[in-house]
């Protein structure tokens, strides 16, 4: 399996960035996805989580700001992020994961993921 991201790079505050993550190996609709990021010095924290219908999870700073998509027929999954801040800086990370979850602590918990990709850079910064 392979995940990999594109579409991170330097932005201004308030300007937007739409992270792409391309999945091979796998049968892309049979699982859930999601992002994680990770900044210099802290804990990988959890982003957003689709299920396979479609369903949609955030953590409470995103909300609102970022939506996630995802296109099974591309084995493609999104982020569009708006409204970007300084705190948003990190290292983006997609993921896939085969288990159900029942809150949005256990969606945005990334033991509950079987794959992950390399990552791409992304930097809000004036």
């Known amino acids: 399996v392979v995940l990999v991201e594109s579409g991170g790079g330097l932005v201004q505050p308030g300007g937007s960035l739409r992270l792409s993550c391309t999945a091979s190996?796998?049968?892309?609709?049979?699982?859930?996805m999601a992002w994680f990021r990770q900044a210099p010095g802290k804990e990988r924290e959890g982003v957003s989580r689709i299920s396979r219908g479609g369903g949609g999870y955030y953590t409470a700073s995103v909300e609102g700001r970022f939506t996630i998509s995802r296109d099974n027929a591309k084995n493609t999954l999104y982020l569009q992020m708006n409204s970007l801040k300084p705190a948003d800086t990190a290292m983006y990370f997609c993921a896939a994961g085969s288990r159900r979850v029942l809150s949005t602590r256990e969606a945005l918990d990334g033991r509950m993921y079987n794959y992950w990709g390399q990552g791409t850079q992304v930097t809000v910064s004036s």
């Open positions: 190996g796998l049968t892309f609709d049979d699982y859930a």
